[in-house]
């Protein structure tokens, strides 16, 4: 079964999706951490981002692969790598942020990334996050959901997560290079919305058959109740289409989600609903 997750920067799909993931014990793939590990590869070797050939940045993201690092019984990845190289912290600074845009709209990139996604959920039941999973990788995914959030929620989200990374590394004696400004991070979110929304390839969009979900008043324990209970309904339904690109593929077999009595908070998010 593969859970469709879309949605724009900052909306929580990343926190929502691991959580299901473990809810159901799927497996889970982080689109966006793919598309950021050809970024940070482009960026250390130099390359112009805005060249219009990007015949090198291509040829990273077809004959690089992305691998994920994962702990034992753990389905969500701990680590990712590009052609062997551990990346995982270095994918998430500002640098990558601005760069991962340009890189992900690019038609041979997302060619060439689109099939090692698809690779994965032909093996695996996965819950997989993005911006066009229900679109464009997965268009028969059992289910789809569009997760958002207003755009100020959102940069209040982003802004106090890198805030509790900085703290976190500076107890550690390390440096944390994410923007932590709200005005700034809300000034990038805008920014990534309408690049995400207006490119020609691939733009960010609903399905017509996605369930939208606005977080912006709701707890991550809501959010993933509601995922894992339409998850449930679809699982439970009497009629399991085969779809074209998991052809053959059993229903799933879903178990109730876990209630350990916590009440989740996205970052940023005073909301006690």
Known sequence: ????????????????AKLVARELGFAYLDTGAMYRAVAWRACEEGYDLASPKYAAIIHIA???????????????????????????????????????????????VR???????????????????????????????????????TPEERARRRARQNREKADAASTQGEQFNGETDEAAVLADILRRDTYDSSRAVAPLAAAEDA??????????????????????????????????????????????PRNDGINRRFPGNGNTK
């Open 211 to 256: 369930v939208t979900l606005d977080s912006t008043d709701l707890t991550i324990e809501q959010v993933v109740a509601h995922i894992v209970a339409l998850v449930q309904e679809r699982a439970g339904s009497s009629e399991h289409p085969e779809h074209p690109e998991r052809p053959g593929k059993a229903p799933i077999k879903c178990f109730p």
């Open 62 to 108: 077809q004959t690089e692969p992305i691998t994920f690092g994962f702990e034992p019984g753990e389905p969500v990845p701990s680590q990712v790598f590009i052609n062997g190289v551990e990346v995982t912290l270095a994918i998430r600074t500002p640098e990558i942020d601005k760069a991962v845009s340009p890189v992900s709209a690019h038609p041979a």
């Open 111 to 149: 060619e060439a990334l689109t099939e090692q996604q698809r690779v994965f959920g032909q093996a695996h039941d996965t819950v997989m996050e993005g911006r066009d999973i229900g679109t464009v990788v997965f268009p028969g995914a059992e289910l789809k959901v569009f997760l958002t959030a």
């Open 1 to 16: 079964m593969i859970i469709a997750i879309d949605g724009p920067a900052g909306s929580g799909k990343s926190t929502i």
